[in-house]
C-alpha cells in the first residue's frame, strides 16, 4: 500500500512538471494557433485566455474580457431607479419643501405614502427624482399627475397599483426625462398618453401585464433613448407602434410571449441594443432585422428556435454580439453568418447541434470570443482565439486527461487493480481449496475487478497517444471502437462487481443465519448462478454497443466524454439516460441496501450465538468481525454512495462542478474494483501477526483439527479473500452440533471472519 502511495506521489511530482508548452516557433501560425505580440511565437488556441502565460510578455493572457457578455448579464439585472443617489446620505434638503416626503438635496422621496393622487404642496424648484414607490394611483386620470410641476427630472410610480392609464395621463410632464412605471397591473396602453414634445428619453413598463399597445401610443416619443417593455405579455411585435421611435436605441422585450419575428416587426430604426432573451420564439423570417443596420447587441438566448436559417441576419452589418444560447438549434445553414462579419462574440451553448461544419464559422474573421456547450466543439471555431469551455473537468483541448494527478491515478489505479487482482486470480488458480463454491465466486469477483484495471489501462495509454493534440482527435477517438469497449468494459466490471458482491452476501447472510438448513452449496448451483450473472452483466453493458437500440441510445452513449463513460453527469439528459439512471442509480442502491442489511444481520446473528461464551476473548473477537464487515461494507458505500448522489443531484438540475466529475469518474468508480485486493492484503499482514502471537500461546491445542481450516484460511486471506460461506457455516454448525469442541471452532471462527 505505502509502495502504491509512494509511486504515485513520485509519478504525480514527475507529470506536474512535464506540461508542454505548446509553442510552435516556426515565425507563420497555422490554423489554430495566434501568434505572440511582440514575437514570432505561436501560441495553440486553448492556451489563450487560459489563465496561465505561454507567450514571453503575457499578450495571451492580454484583451480576454469580454464587454459584451458583461453587457448581456448586466441587461438582465436592473438596479432600483432612486438607488442611483443612495448615496446622498442625511437630510439635506436643497429644496424650499415641508411636506411630508422624504427631501434628499434636490430629490422627494414619497415611498408609501397611499396617495391615490400627487400632492399639492410639490415645489416649483427643480426636483430631480420625485419619487412614489409604493403608492395606490390605481386610474392615472387626467388630474391624477396635474400637480406635479414639470420641472421633474425623473418620476417613479413603481408599485402604484396601476391599473389603468387614461388619455392625457402624463401631460404635465413636459420635461421628464424618466419615467418608470414597474410592477403595476397594466393590460393596455393607449394612445394620447403622452404630449407632443415631451422630453421623455427612458420609458420602463417592465413587470406589468401589457398584451396590447395601440399603435399610436408611443407616437409622441421622439426623442425615446431606451424602451424596457420586460416581463409583460406581448404576443406580437408591431412595427406600427416602433415606427415613431426615431431615436431609440435600447428595447427590451425579454420574458414576453413572442412567438415569432418577421420582417415587418422592426422597422427603419437607429436600435443598437435588443434583447429578445425568454420568448417563446420559433420562427424569425429571413431578413427580420435588415432594417436594424445600426444593432450592435442582438440577444436571442431562451427562446425556442430549432434552425438557423441563411439570410436571418441580412442587413445587420453593425453587428458585434449574438446570443443564442439555450435554444433548439440542431442545423445552423451555410452562409448564416456571412452577413454579420463584424461579429465579435457569440454565446451558443444550451443547443441541440452535436456537429457543424467547420465553414459555418469561416465568415466570422472578427469573432474573438465564442461559447459553446463543450471544449470539443472548439474545434469547430478554430480561428477563434477565445473558444470557452477550455475543458470539461476530465479532459480539455488538449488532453485526454487534463489533471496531472488525474493522469496519474489513472496509471496506479489500473496498475493496483490489475496486480491486485491478478494475484488473486493466480494464487486461487494454484492453492489447494476445500471450498470450491466460494473460492469459485472470489475467483469471478477478482476477474470483474480485473476488468477494471484492463479499462483503467486502456484510457491511461489513451491518453498518451493524444497528448497535446487531443482536441483534433477527440471526435475521432470517442466513436471509436476502442472507445465503445472501454464503455462496456466499466460496465461490466461494475455491474458484475456489485450482482457477485451481493451474492457473495446472500451465501454468507444464508450460511450464517440457517447454518443447519443447507450444506455445501451444489456446484452446478453455484455455476448456474454466476454464468446467470455474467450473462445479465454482459448484456447490460453490451446493449448501448450493438446496433439494436441506437435510435433510443445514440452514438455517444459511451463516447460522451474522453474517458468513455456512461454516467452522464454533464448532461444528465443525454440521450439513454434512464438506462444509465437505472444502471448506476437503483442497481446500485439496491445492492447497497442489500449488503448493508445483510452484514447488520450477520453481527446481529454473531452477537446472539457468542452469548453462551463468556470469555473476554470471545468479546474481542466479535468486535473484530463487527469491525471487518464494517470496513467491507463501508468500501462499498464510499464507492457508491458518492455516484448515486451526484447522479440524483445532476437529474435534479443542479449543475455539477466539472472537477468534481472527473474525480468520481476516475477515482471514485474504480475505487472498490482497485482497492479490494489491496485492502484485503493489508489485512492480511495484520492478521498474519495476530496469528503468530495465537499460534505461540495455544501451540499445545489440539494441533491437528486446526490444520485443516488453517491452511486454507491463511491462505486465501493472503490473497484477499475470506473464506466466508463455507467456513462460518461450519464453525457455527460445530458450535451448535458439537459444543465440546469449542477451542476448535474458536480459534477457527476467529480466523474465518477476520476478513
Ligand atoms: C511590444 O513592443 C512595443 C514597442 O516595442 C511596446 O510598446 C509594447 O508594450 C510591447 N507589447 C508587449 C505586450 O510587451
Ligand atoms: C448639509 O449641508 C451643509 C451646508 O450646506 C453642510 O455643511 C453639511 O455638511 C451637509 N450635510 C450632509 C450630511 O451632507
Ligand atoms: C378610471 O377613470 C375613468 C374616468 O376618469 C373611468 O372611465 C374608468 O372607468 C376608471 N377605471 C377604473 C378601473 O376605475
Ligand atoms: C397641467 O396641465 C394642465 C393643462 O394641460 C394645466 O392647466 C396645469 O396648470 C398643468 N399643471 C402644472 C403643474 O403645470
Ligand atoms: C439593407 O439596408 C439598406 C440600407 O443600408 C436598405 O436600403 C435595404 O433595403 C436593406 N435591405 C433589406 C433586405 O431590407
Ligand atoms: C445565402 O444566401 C445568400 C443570399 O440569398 C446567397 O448569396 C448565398 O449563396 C447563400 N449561402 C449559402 C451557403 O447558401
Known amino acids: 500500500m505505502f509502495v502504491y502511495v509512494g509511486v504515485f506521489l513520485l509519478v504525480a511530482v514527475f507529470f506536474s512538471h512535464t506540461s508542454e508548452k505548446g509553442v510552435n516557433p516556426q515565425g507563420i501560425c497555422t490554423d489554430g494557433y495566434f501568434q505572440c505580440t511582440n514575437d514570432t511565437f505561436c501560441v495553440p488556441q486553448n492556451q489563450n485566455c487560459d489563465g496561465k502565460v505561454d507567450c514571453p510578455e503575457g499578450s495571451d493572457e492580454q484583451n480576454c474580457d469580454d464587454q459584451h457578455d458583461d453587457d448581456y448579464w448586466d441587461?438582465?439585472?436592473?438596479?432600483?431607479?432612486?438607488?442611483?443617489?443612495?448615496?446622498?446620505?442625511?437630510?439635506?434638503?436643497?429644496?424650499?419643501?415641508?411636506?411630508?416626503?422624504?427631501?434628499?438635496?434636490?430629490?422627494?422621496?414619497?415611498?408609501?405614502?397611499?396617495?391615490?393622487?400627487?400632492?399639492?404642496?410639490?415645489?416649483?424648484?427643480?426636483?430631480?427624482?420625485?419619487?412614489?414607490?409604493?403608492?395606490?394611483?390605481?386610474?392615472?386620470?387626467?388630474?391624477?399627475?396635474?400637480?406635479?410641476?414639470?420641472?421633474?427630472?425623473k418620476l417613479i410610480l413603481v408599485h402604484c397599483n396601476v391599473i389603468e392609464i387614461q388619455p392625457y395621463a402624463f401631460f404635465n410632464l413636459s420635461n421628464t426625462n424618466y419615467l418608470h412605471l414597474d410592477n403595476n397591473h397594466l393590460k393596455f396602453i393607449p394612445q394620447d398618453v403622452f404630449a407632443v414634445n415631451n422630453r421623455l428619453k427612458r420609458l420602463s413598463l417592465m413587470y406589468n401585464d401589457i398584451s396590447k399597445i395601440h399603435p399610436r401610443a408611443f407616437e409622441n416619443l421622439k426623442q425615446l433613448h431606451e424602451l424596457d417593455l420586460r416581463r409583460n405579455k406581448l404576443a406580437k411585435i408591431d412595427g406600427r407602434i416602433l415606427d415613431p421611435l426615431r431615436n431609440l436605441a435600447i428595447l427590451y422585450l425579454q420574458n414576453n410571449q413572442i412567438t415569432s419575428v418577421s420582417v415587418d416587426s422592426f422597422p427603419q430604426m437607429k436600435l443598437k441594443h435588443l434583447s429578445l432573451m425568454e420568448n417563446k420564439i420559433v420562427q424569425m423570417d429571413i431578413a427580420s432585422f435588415s432594417h436594424l443596420q445600426e444593432l450592435k447587441q442582438l440577444f436571442l438566448s431562451n427562446n425556442l428556435l430549432p434552425v438557423l436559417e441563411n439570410g436571418t441576419f441580412s442587413n445587420l452589418t453593425s453587428l458585434e454580439a449574438l446570443t443564442l444560447n439555450n435554444n433548439y438549434i440542431k442545423t445552423i445553414e451555410l452562409g448564416v453568418f456571412e452577413d454579420i462579419v463584424t461579429l465579435e462574440s457569440l454565446r451558443l451553448e444550451g443547443n441541440q447541434f452535436k456537429n457543424?461544419?467547420?465553414?459555418?464559422?469561416?465568415p466570422l474573421t472578427n469573432l474573438r470570443t465564442i461559447y459553446f456547450d463543450r471544449f470539443e466543439m472548439c474545434s469547430f471555431a478554430q480561428h477563434v482565439r477565445n473558444c470557452q469551455p477550455k475543458g470539461d473537468g476530465i479532459s480539455n483541448q488538449e488532453h485526454m486527461l487534463a489533471n496531472p494527478i488525474l493522469r496519474t491515478s489513472v496509471w496506479v489505479m489500473g496498475a493496483i487493480g490489475c496486480t491486485g487482482n491478478v494475484v488473486v486470480l493466480l494464487g486461487r488458480h494454484f492453492a489447494?481449496?476445500?471450498?470450491?463454491?466460494?473460492?469459485?465466486?472470489?475467483?469471478?469477483?477478482?476477474l470483474s475487478d480485473l476488468l477494471m484495471g484492463v479499462y483503467l489501462f486502456i484510457i491511461a495509454a489513451q491518453d498518451q497517444h493524444y497528448r497535446g493534440v487531443y482536441l483534433s482527435y477527440q471526435y475521432i477517438w470517442r466513436h471509436s471502437f476502442?472507445?465503445?469497449?472501454?464503455?462496456?468494459?466499466?460496465?461490466?466490471?461494475?455491474?458484475?462487481?456489485?450482482?457477485?458482491?451481493?451474492?457473495?452476501?446472500?451465501?454468507?447472510?444464508?450460511?450464517?443465519?440457517?447454518?443447519?438448513?443447507?450444506?455445501?452449496?451444489?456446484?452446478?448451483?453455484?455455476?448456474?448462478?454466476?454464468?446467470?450473472?455474467?450473462?445479465?452483466?454482459?448484456?447490460?453493458?453490451?446493449?448501448?454497443?450493438?446496433?439494436?437500440?441506437?435510435?433510443?441510445?445514440?452514438?455517444?452513449?459511451?463516447?460522451?466524454?474522453?474517458?468513455?463513460?456512461?454516467?452522464h453527469i454533464h448532461d444528465p439528459y443525454a440521450m439513454g439516460w434512464q438506462y444509465s439512471a437505472a444502471?448506476?442509480?437503483?442497481?446500485?442502491?439496491?445492492?447497497?441496501?442489500?449488503i448493508s442489511y445483510a452484514y447488520l444481520r450477520m453481527i446481529d446473528e454473531i452477537r446472539a450465538s457468542g452469548v453462551a461464551c463468556r470469555s473476554t476473548r470471545q468479546t474481542e473477537d466479535r468486535d473484530k468481525v463487527a469491525q471487518r464487515f464494517g470496513v467491507i461494507v463501508f468500501t462499498d458505500c464510499l464507492c457508491w454512495v458518492p455516484i448515486v448522489l451526484v447522479k440524483l443531484v445532476a437529474l435534479s438540475g443542479i449543475p455539477i462542478p466539472q472537477d468534481l466529475y472527473a474525480w468520481l469518474a476516475i477515482f471514485v468508480l474504480p475505487i472498490n474494483s482497485a482497492l479490494n485486493p489491496v485492502l484485503y492484503t493489508l489485512t492480511t499482514t495484520v492478521f498474519k501477526k495476530q496469528m503468530e502471537k495465537l499460534m505461540d500461546s495455544c501451540w499445545r491445542k489440539k494441533k491437528r483439527d486446526q490444520h485443516n481450516t488453517a491452511s486454507e484460511s491463511a491462505f486465501s486471506l493472503s490473497f484477499g479473500m475470506f473464506p466466508k460461506g463455507g467456513s462460518s457455516r461450519r464453525i457455527f454448525s460445530y458450535r451448535r452440533t458439537h459444543s465440546s469442541s469449542m477451542t476448535v471452532s474458536k480459534n477457527s471462527w476467529k480466523r474465518s471472519t477476520a476478513v
Not at 356 to 362: A, P
Not at 583 to 594: H, Q
Open 356 to 362: 457543424l461544419d467547420k465553414k459555418v464559422f469561416e
Open 432 to 446: 489447494p481449496t476445500n471450498n470450491f463454491v466460494h473460492s469459485l465466486y472470489l475467483r469471478n469477483l477478482a
Open 75 to 153: 441587461h438582465l439585472y436592473r438596479k432600483r431607479p432612486a438607488a442611483e443617489h443612495d448615496d446622498w446620505n442625511g437630510n439635506n434638503c436643497s429644496l424650499s419643501y415641508f411636506g411630508k416626503c422624504t427631501c434628499r438635496k434636490s430629490d422627494i422621496l414619497c415611498d408609501y405614502k397611499n396617495y391615490e393622487e400627487a400632492p399639492d404642496d410639490l415645489p416649483e424648484e427643480n426636483i430631480n427624482i420625485l419619487d412614489f414607490t409604493g403608492n395606490n394611483f390605481k386610474n392615472i386620470t387626467r388630474d391624477s399627475l396635474k400637480n406635479i410641476p414639470d420641472s421633474v427630472e
Open 583 to 594: 444502471m448506476f442509480v437503483l442497481v446500485n442502491t439496491m445492492a447497497l441496501i442489500f
Open 482 to 567: 476502442v472507445c465503445k469497449l472501454c464503455g462496456f468494459l466499466s460496465t461490466l466490471s461494475c455491474e458484475s462487481s456489485v450482482l457477485i458482491l451481493s451474492l457473495v452476501t446472500w451465501d454468507r447472510l444464508v450460511s450464517v443465519t440457517q447454518p443447519l438448513a443447507r450444506r455445501q452449496l451444489s456446484r452446478k448451483f453455484a455455476v448456474a448462478t454466476l454464468a446467470a450473472l455474467w450473462a445479465s452483466a454482459v448484456a447490460v453493458a453490451a446493449m448501448p454497443v450493438g446496433g439494436v437500440a441506437t435510435s433510443y441510445f445514440g452514438d455517444e452513449f459511451y463516447g460522451g466524454n474522453g474517458v468513455c463513460l456512461s454516467l
